[in-house]
């Protein structure tokens, strides 16, 4: 894979628009993940922390240069890589674990939007880089051949896990709520299209419908744990831009308003998006929806 993102390019990322200053980081992680360039993800990350440190921002471009030279390093010299990565964050802040939450919240997201193998290889990627105090806390491995045996959870390797959100429903009431509350998160971005748009998809085949209803909107895009409503919208946004799928782009640019984006931002996402898919080599068939 080649190197996409120097430390000019993260500067401009950082400094796109004022109304993504909380946002950029992930827009252009999950871009560079729908468009196969998960490589470029550990700079966003590493950059987005040291930003989140007091008076960051009068050193914003030595860092981005900091950044952008530790990937690099890292690559040179694998045998450093641990060193390299974990000095700087032995106590990490609160920020710190907020941010390495939020990217893989965001990364996750786009698993059901971009496929699954994009998103295994983005957050594979982020993991490789992510300081060992900000990974997800794992006491045990999962063993699939023990899980099957004895009838356990084949799916989760600590009870208490910080990454374990209200995704995972046991039972037939708690799936009953999921369901419900994706249900109403769809309503929200769809609003007076909503029923069109379910009996279209219903009537190309029930199971698109089912599929979308109970395992994508349910469990994944209405879970705000981690990511608020709007968050996720602007993560929807970016991860659609790439495709080419313009019938979905323009729902949910709409849906973004519907669910109380401001309008400015969700057009400076949408451009943010369209600019690394650009450095990453994507070509579109025609003009890209907007607002």
């Known amino acids: 894979m080649s190197r996409i993102l120097t430390a000019q390019r993260l500067i401009q990322l950082s400094q796109f628009h004022p109304k993504l200053h909380k946002l950029w980081y992930l827009v252009a992680a999950v871009t560079f993940s729908v468009c196969n360039q998960p490589q470029e993800i550990p700079k966003i990350y590493h950059y987005a922390l040291a930003l989140c440190n007091e008076n960051a921002h009068i050193h914003r471009i030595t860092l981005a240069g900091r950044a952008n030279d530790l990937v690099d390093q890292c690559v040179q010299r694998p045998d450093l890589k641990c060193t390299l990565v974990n000095e700087h964050y032995l106590q990490p802040t609160k920020l710190h674990r907020e941010l390495s939450r939020k990217f893989r919240e965001s990364i996750l997201k786009t698993g059901p939007l971009a496929g699954l193998p994009r998103a295994i290889n983005g957050l594979h990627h982020l993991k490789e880089y992510t300081p060992a105090p900000l990974l997800p806390r794992v006491v045990r491995e999962i063993d699939p051949w023990h899980a099957f045996v004895n009838n356990d959870r084949p799916f989760c390797s600590n009870e208490e896990s910080e990454t374990m959100t209200d995704r995972v429903a046991e039972t037939e009431e708690q799936r009953e709520q999921q369901t419900q509350r994706g249900l109403s998160h769809w309503n929200r971005i769809y609003n007076k299209v909503s029923q069109r748009i379910i009996n279209n998809m219903n009537s190309s085949y029930p199971d698109l419908w089912y599929y ?21 919208s602007f993560i929807v946004i970016a991860a659609l831009v790439p495709q080419d799928v313009n019938p979905q782009l323009k729902g949910h640019l709409r849906g ?24 990453c080599g994507v070509s579109w068939s025609g003009d890209i929806v907007k607002l």
């Open 256 to 279: 973004a308003i519907n669910i109380g984006c401001d309008r400015e931002a969700i057009e400076a996402a949408r451009s943010l998006a369209i600019l690394v898919a650009q450095w």
């Open 212 to 232: 979308t209803l109970v395992h994508v909107y349910g469990p994944m895009l209405s879970n705000d744990s981690v990511l608020s409503a709007e968050e996720t």
